[in-house]
């Protein structure tokens, strides 16, 4: 059996499973027992983008800031991954306005994802952390199942100026990405970002069909809110 961290009150911390939430300092700790008799700590955390939390370790295992975790071994430098310079800005705010993302997050000038996203990586190669899709999505330790439910968790995200913020908040690991990008910037780069994912789903939903492992798309669908359900439904259709 895992032994669970030990936290200390001044701690900073994070929450593998909401990164959105940021940096959290533990504020005060206390000493708790579970059923099975394992021994745990019940945490009161402020989160930088959250507020006030009460953590239970033995449920929620938190990561100290700056602590090493587990990944995947390292994927190949390949063109798409490979860093690349800063996103850039439109030469022209006419060229900027040109395209308004749809409540889906897709190019809204009647492409089907080019435009403005070809100008920016013409040759789709380059790499970028706002929208290098998240190391879980395509996890090879991961079973197709779990790779599956950990994109159609993405969907929350959206243009909406709250999602979007926790969206770039997750990408970047940043508490508060504005630091280093503008909102216009955010924005522009979103609609890339679902561009991948939608095409991520789609393949890992193929990959499912050909194995026929119908009941993981059954159960994939249940209690997904609307836009994860509806991106679901899209896929298996195609």
Do not use: C
Request: glycine share 6%.
């Amino acid at each position: 059996m895992t032994t669970p961290i030990r936290f200390a009150q001044g701690d900073t911390v994070r929450h593998p499973k909401r990164p959105e939430w940021g940096v959290g300092t533990v504020r005060s700790i206390q000493a708790i027992a579970q059923p099975d008799g394992t021994r745990a700590q019940r945490l009161t955390v402020d989160f930088a983008n959250q507020g006030r939390k009460n953590i239970n370790t033995a449920i929620a295992p938190l990561i100290r800031e700056g602590e090493a975790k587990p990944v995947a071994p390292a994927k190949p430098k390949t063109r798409r991954n490979t860093p690349q310079p800063p996103l850039p800005q439109p030469k022209t705010a006419k060229a900027a306005a040109s395209v308004t993302p749809n409540g889906d997050g897709s190019a809204g000038n009647g492409s089907s994802g080019s435009g403005w996203l070809d100008a920016m990586d013409p040759d789709g190669a380059k790499s970028n952390e706002l929208w290098d899709l998240p190391d879980e999505l395509s996890d090879p330790f991961a079973s197709l199942p779990e790779r599956l439910a950990a994109t159609l968790k993405t969907y929350r995200f959206s243009t909406e100026p709250r999602a979007l913020m926790d969206w770039a908040v997750v990408q970047t690991g940043l508490n508060d990405p504005l630091s280093k990008y503008t909102r216009s910037e955010l924005e522009q780069a979103f609609p890339r970002y679902v561009r991948d994912r939608d095409a991520h789903l789609k393949d890992l939903v193929r990959q499912l069909k050909r194995e026929n492992n119908f009941a993981a798309l059954k159960d994939a669908g249940r209690g997904l809110f609307p836009a994860a359900q509806s991106a679901l439904d899209k896929a298996i259709r195609n």
